[in-house]
């Protein structure tokens, strides 16, 4: 009895010795910035801090999207190593890697995705200087819904106590100023009209132009003159789930492939659909190749709603599911005679069905998750780019 007491007290003096420690390393980083939201968190992260570079030269980021991220100051970068999965407590190591390191900016993204763990990881581990929720979409409602209201207060939880928070969501922008008022937080709303569409075309990748806008005015506010943190910015490297457009000829055919298997809810997968469709204004056929995996049927179902908002000429449906989700096409009113379950395939079995196609430019996109057949469908295109 008397062991099990003492071996209780010596963990909750070991819990406080490393809170306290953990607090020291924090305040020896001049600002964190904590990057939050449904989409587009690792692009708004790589862009800061490539903003940043401009004039700070201690200048660290972490990116928790497809691909995990470590990135120094130079702009290089490593992946992460999780042997035991992901969890919230790897904020600690970083913020403590980067107080030895002496940087003068941190920009960290959101590992959280339960309120519960959301609130934890800003409140107990980041206390960040500087918070951005990108926007709040209908993804992961298993956890934050089941509504977008629900999804919004959720990621409101990232938002700093006196702190500044940054944000290109408009539509659910009067409840996340409500939410940094009960904390004394300040909202500042990215305005992506501020951004010329022009200045776009200078990426290698595609940039959505209110991630673009949301980072400029975080550097902005940093002391950063635009136009040089856009300079920096075109030179950054994009995340490994960034929409890229891959260009192959095949005999006669020249096919547009564009790789948006991480856009994999519909108001993004649509949003960037419309966006690439107003780049190639020429390109009259457009095919879909939507990915469906056993593990993520809610997803192509939602992308199926989404489809009857969209001219296309042909639909093809790889990967686990395809009969189940043509079912759901059938029942969403998608003509049959554009619907092809071609299961599990290669890159030369797509071309074998583009090849059918009359026209001689194709717009392809490729939808639903980038896991599974999704990355050799991708890694297909960008081997032949």
Known sequence: MYSLIL????????????????????KRIPVIIHVNGTRGKSSVTRLIAAGLRANYKNVLAKTTGSAPVFIFEDGNEVPIQRPYGANIKEQIKIIRYAANRGVEYLVLECMAVTPEYQWVSEHAMVKADISVLTNSRLDHLDVMGPGLKNVTLSLCNTIPIDGITF??????????????????????????TRVPLEKLGNFNHIEHRENVALALDVCEYCKIDREKALEKMYKAKPDIGAAEIFTYIHKDKKIFFVHSFA??????????????????????????????????????????QMMPQIEFNELYLIGDQPQTVKKHALKKGLPLSKIHPLGWITGEMIIEQIEKLKSKEILLFGIGNIGGNGKIIMNYFKERN
């Open 7 to 26: 071996g209780l007290v010596l963990f909750i003096l070991y819990g406080v010795f490393e809170y306290r420690r953990h607090q020291r390393f924090r």
């Open 167 to 192: 944000t290109s969501e408009k539509k659910m922008l009067p409840i996340i100023k409500k939410q940094a008022a009960k904390l004394n937080s300040k909202v500042l709303y990215a305005d992506e």
């Open 263 to 304: 856009a994999n809810d519909p108001e993004s997968t649509k949003f960037l659909i419309d966006y690439v469709r107003q780049i190639h204004l020429h390109l009259d056929c457009v095919a879909i190749v939507l990915n469906t995996r056993a593990d993520r049927m809610f997803r192509s179902k939602q992308l199926l």
